[in-house]
């Protein structure tokens, strides 16, 4: 998370997957609070187990770029977007609950134990 | 803070105010929403809450130099300028100005995972950076209640609306804050807890099918504000309150007086008619002539030179011209030189707020000196008589602020008293004049008096009410040991007193000739009578002459036979002349 204090960060998916199974995750934050340093290790962990290269995070904060909050209907923060695969799903929160988080990802379907 | 104490402490008025630019609702906030703060507005669906915040903006960027930021949950910014493009607001041409901001922002649920803690630093985020995009001063949150829609977590949301409140003031932001009526409470979610400066309440109901908008202010800290409920409306021109309390009675009058239309008229009421800018009534039965009495106000108006403005509410312009022609005012002429106009309308066609706000334009429009409303009373049609009561009262104030004479109609039924008007408007009015029938003899006729005309003296008598060929005509009723008589019972009435009286007349003349005739004889008499006293003064001036002759004729002779004897001139010898002369005026 020592990157996000950037505007846009990028973890470059790595070689073995296809351009199609890469999962463009884009965090919204607002400045470098506990929240969203919560949110982007969890983000990165969750990607780390469940999508290990198939997935790259851009980081934008909203401090620096105020104008893109419009664009992905913004509201609560930290929030991550995701564009692909579709639906276009968002996820609010620091992602600490994993079992919600990995729901939301659609990396496990709804109501199933683990 | 202590500041804003201090000040409020130091005076009500020094309160700082944003005036909102809508018609009427700076006059009953007493100037405008509270400068810096938020104030919340809440009311059920479709009430015009969102209506009220946009035009609160709009008119700040137009009229007062202020910028504004409208927050949409509910709509797209495209759909909010359509809508309000109705109250001729161009919400894409002040965007373009950088005058305004719309910001719609969707939160869908079903779009969104909540997985831990989060706040809604975003919503600033975006709210900040359009009100610094173009230095806005106004905000609007419409309706920001629909975030608990959205995010589930309340507590949260709880936490971060009272964080934005206080936000909005430290931005010094003037806020208006929409929430949905709750139940029981004044918003669902509770907004009043955090917005606690100003909240106004819009109402929307429907009584009798007819529907009625309402504001009003439930609270406003640190200032004097009106307290009831006041009709608002919306119209092509946005909304207008209507605050009907709070006209005062200070309006101007004027000692000028216009004619009635009827000579006669003019006559009952002091010799020279109304008042400029007064309010009259006209009340009566069916038929009893009110609305000839209305065109004939109309015609002299018009005749004046002035214009006149005829609302209609139960027959056309062309019944009512067509009519008028049948007792001989030609009202077409100042219908075609547009002087006379009529706005005719049934009553029922809006509400009454509706009505008043149309009278009030079309008045300020045509700018007319005379307003006749015919009949006031089927207002009531268009709502409770409370509300009917209510509007004409600010109807007239208006008027008389506008030194317009105002001619009101009044139906009354035949079992009320007349006195009565359906309408409660009779201690509105200053002159009040009834028509009446009186049914006598197998035959209805009209009468008119004067109930009322204050500040002048006016014919308390009632005058027979003729509705002929040339107009309308007054004429004296019989009034006398038979009572009040009328139409053809009067003219017998009349017919006869007319033979009494020459009966009466022929009685004197003959009395007169006696006399005359007396005088005359009496007369001869008495100079028969001087003739026999100069007869007799004749005769008795006639004998004292002999007499004398006869004593002169003695005394000469005695006076010869004395010469003849010689006598002396005694004493004695001139005595028996006046001795003798004694005797003859003494045998007399």
């Keep these: 998370m020592k990157k996000s204090a950037k505007s846009?960060?990028?973890?470059?998916?790595?070689?073995?997957?296809?351009?199609?199974?890469?999962?463009?995750?884009?965090?919204?934050?607002?400045g470098q609070t506990p929240k969203s340093l919560a949110a982007f290790a969890n983000?990165?962990?969750?990607?780390?187990e469940h999508l290990p290269g198939h997935y790259r995070i851009e980081v934008v904060d909203l401090l620096e770029n105020p104008q893109l909050a419009a664009g992905d209907q913004i509201v609560a923060l930290p929030t991550l977007v995701w564009k692909l695969p579709e639906p276009l799903r968002k996820i609010v929160g620091d992602l600490s609950n994993t079992e919600r988080a990995l729901v939301g990802l659609q990396l496990r379907p709804a109501g199933s134990g683990e | 803070m202590t500041k804003a104490i201090s000040t409020r402490r130091a005076a009500n008025r020094s309160l700082p105010k944003v005036p909102t630019g809508i018609q009427g609702l700076d006059e009953i906030t007493g100037g405008g929403l509270p400068r810096g703060r938020p104030t919340l507005i809440c009311g059920s669906a479709g009430c015009g809450k969102t209506l009220l915040a946009m035009e609160f903006l709009v008119r700040g960027a137009m009229q007062h130099n202020e910028r504004g930021v409208f927050m949409a949950f509910e709509e797209t910014a495209q759909e909010l300028a359509q809508n309000v493009r109705s109250l001729g607001f161009d919400l894409d041409d002040l965007i373009a100005q950088k005058k305004l901001v719309v910001d719609f922002v969707r939160v869908e649920r079903h779009e969104i995972e909540e997985t831990g803690d989060y706040d809604l630093e975003g919503?600033?985020?975006r709210l900040g950076h359009a009100i610094d995009t173009i230095g806005a001063k106004r905000v609007v949150l419409d309706t920001i209640e629909t975030l608990f829609s959205g995010l589930s977590n309340q507590g949260i949301l709880r936490a971060e609306l009272r964080r934005l409140f206080r936000w909005l003031k430290d931005r010094g932001v003037t806020a208006v804050i929409t929430g949905e009526r709750?139940?029981?409470?004044?918003?669902?979610?509770g907004l009043e807890e955090y917005v606690s400066d100003c909240v106004i309440l819009l109402d929307h109901r429907v009584i009798d099918q007819v529907s009625t908008r309402r504001v009003r202010i439930v609270k406003y800290r640190g200032t004097t504000h009106g307290t009831?409920?006041?009709?608002?409306?919306?119209?092509?021109?946005?909304?207008?309150?209507?605050p009907i309390t709070s006209l005062g009675l200070q309006h101007d009058v004027t000692d000028e007086r216009i004619s009635t239309g009827i000579a006669?008229?003019?006559?009952?009421?002091?010799?020279?008619?109304y008042f400029r800018g007064s309010t009259v009534l006209v009340s009566g039965t069916a038929g009893s002539g009110k609305t000839s009495l209305a065109a004939h106000f109309a015609h002299a108006a018009c005749g004046r030179g002035e214009k006149c403005l005829y609302f209609a509410f139960e027959e056309s312009p062309g019944q009512i011209v067509r009519n008028m022609r049948s007792i001989g005012l030609d009202l077409?002429?100042?219908?075609?030189?547009?002087?006379?106009?009529f706005h005719a309308l049934r009553s029922t066609l809006h509400g009454l707020e509706m009505h008043l706000a149309s009278f009030q334009k079309l008045i300020q429009e045509?700018?007319?000196?005379?307003v006749i409303v015919d009949p006031v009373g089927s207002l009531i049609q268009a709502g409770s008589r409370k509300d009917a009561t209510a509007m004409l009262t600010r109807l007239t104030d208006f008027l008389k602020a506008q030194r317009i004479t105002a001619f009101f109609t009044n139906l009354t039924s035949g079992d009320a008293s007349p006195e009565k008007t359906e309408v409660d408007i009779s201690s509105l009015v200053d002159t009040w004049l009834l028509l009446r029938d009186i049914e006598l003899g197998g035959e209805r006729t009209r009468a008119m008096y004067v109930l009322k005309s204050r500040g002048m003296a006016h014919s308390n008598q009632i005058r027979e009410f003729l509705l002929t060929d040339r107009g309308i005509d007054l004429k004296d009723v019989y009034l006398g040991p038979e009572g009040v008589l009328a139409g053809s019972a009067r003219e017998s009435q009349e017919a006869r007193e007319k033979a009494a009286a020459v009966l009466r007349q022929q009685k004197v003349d003959e009395k007169q000739r006696e006399l005359e005739r007396k005088r005359e004889a009496l007369e001869a008499r008495i100079a028969a009578l001087r003739k026999e006293l100069e007869a007799e003064e004749e005769e008795s001036k006639r004998i004292i002459g002999q007499e004398q002759l006869r004593e002169e004729t003695i005394r000469q002779d005695r006076e010869r036979m004395g010469a003849s004897r010689r006598a002396d001139n005694g004493p004695e010898a001139a005595e028996p002349p006046a001795r003798s002369r004694k005797t003859p005026g003494g045998r007399k």
């Design chain 1, 43 to 48: 983000l990165k962990r969750l990607c780390e």
């Design chain 2, 264 to 273: 006669r008229l003019d006559a009952m009421l002091g010799g020279e008619g």
């Design chain 2, 366 to 370: 045509f700018q007319p000196e005379v």
């Design chain 2, 332 to 341: 077409e002429p100042w219908v075609k030189k547009d002087v006379l106009r």
């Design chain 1, 8 to 30: 846009t960060k990028q973890e470059k998916p790595t070689e073995t997957t296809t351009a199609a199974e890469v999962w463009e995750l884009r965090l919204y934050v607002a």
């Design chain 2, 123 to 125: 919503l600033f985020v």
């Design chain 2, 228 to 242: 009831n409920e006041y009709p608002f409306l919306i119209d092509e021109d946005g909304i207008s309150v209507l």
């Design chain 2, 182 to 189: 709750g139940e029981g409470t004044l918003t669902r979610h």
